[in-house]
């Protein structure tokens, strides 16, 4: 079965870029999504097909993916983006998340 | 906007069947996949299964013992997890796909928690 694979924490110090890597085999021919979720909520669409930020994500959120690789590029970070976060791929008409990395901003 | 809900029993006894539905509003269930993801507390996401107009899919390591169902009608999706252990205490959301492009989520209800326990 397909897998990714995500460092289980990242930290940034505020006004950062903080970058956050999701692996998995040729990841590059997928579509790669993104969530942030933070503690007790449901998980927030942050980018999707790689790189669309969703209505009212803020710009300081992109992301790439080529290769085995894809990355979430969070701009000047914020003490508010301090979440979990999860990328997801579509592989073969099943849904597989990474395990999530926690990013603290400190 | 897109809103859900899920609803169910907060306990189950193991070994018992573990039943959910999703109430969908704003959009209609006819249209779009409709999915169901779960999270164990402390851990991460794991996707359970999705359904759409034509046919559905499961995760290969619950398929053995799950179900997913749609009720036009009540604009309804449910889940059915079988045999359930331990293991399978977790928050369990419904979630929906838009069906462009490649699969990603972008409406979540709030979220239910099923504990398995006697």
């Given at each position: 079965?397909?897998?990714?694979?995500?460092?289980?924490?990242?930290?940034?110090?505020?006004?950062?870029?903080?970058?956050?890597?999701?692996?998995?085999?040729?990841?590059?021919?997928k579509y790669v999504s993104w969530y942030q979720?933070?503690?007790?909520?449901?998980?927030?669409?942050?980018?999707?097909?790689?790189?669309?930020?969703?209505?009212?994500?803020?710009?300081?959120?992109?992301?790439?993916?080529?290769?085995?690789?894809?990355?979430?590029?969070?701009?000047?970070?914020?003490?508010?983006?301090?979440?979990?976060?999860y990328c997801q791929a579509w592989d073969s008409?099943?849904?597989?998340?990474?395990?999530?990395?926690?990013?603290?901003?400190? | 906007?897109?809103?859900?809900?899920?609803?169910?029993?907060?306990?189950?006894?193991?070994?018992?069947?573990?039943?959910?539905?999703?109430?969908?509003?704003?959009?209609?269930?006819?249209?779009?996949?409709?999915?169901?993801?779960?999270?164990p507390p402390g851990k991460g996401l794991e996707?359970?299964?999705?359904?759409?107009?034509?046919?559905?899919?499961?995760?290969?390591?619950?398929?053995?013992?799950?179900?997913?169902?749609?009720?036009?009608?009540?604009?309804?999706?449910?889940?059915?997890?079988?045999?359930?252990?331990?293991?399978?205490?977790?928050?369990?959301?419904?979630?929906?796909?838009?069906?462009?492009?490649?699969?990603?989520?972008?409406?979540?209800?709030?979220?239910?928690?099923?504990?398995?326990?006697?």
């Amino acid at each position: 079965s397909y897998e990714l694979t995500q460092p289980p924490s990242v930290s940034v110090s505020p006004g950062q870029t903080a970058s956050i890597s999701c692996s998995g085999d040729n990841l590059g021919g997928k579509y790669v999504s993104w969530y942030q979720q933070k503690p007790g909520q449901s998980p927030v669409l942050v980018i999707y097909h790689d790189t669309k930020r969703p209505s009212g994500i803020p710009e300081r959120f992109s992301g790439s993916n080529s290769g085995n690789a894809a990355t979430l590029t969070i701009s000047g970070t914020q003490a508010m983006d301090e979440s979990d976060y999860y990328c997801q791929a579509w592989d073969s008409s099943f849904v597989v998340f990474g395990g999530g990395t926690k990013l603290a901003v400190l | 906007q897109v809103q859900l809900q899920e609803s169910g029993p907060g306990l189950v006894k193991p070994s018992e069947t573990l039943s959910l539905t999703c109430t969908v509003s704003g959009a209609s269930i006819s249209s779009y996949y409709w999915s169901w993801i779960r999270q164990p507390p402390g851990k991460g996401l794991e996707w359970v299964a999705y359904i759409y107009h034509s046919g559905s899919s499961y995760n290969p390591s619950l398929k053995s013992r799950v179900s997913i169902s749609a009720d036009t009608f009540k604009n309804q999706f449910s889940l059915e997890l079988r045999s359930v252990t331990a293991a399978d205490t977790a928050v369990y959301y419904c979630a929906r796909w838009d069906g462009t492009g490649s699969f990603y989520l972008d409406f979540w209800g709030q979220g239910a928690l099923v504990t398995v326990s006697s």
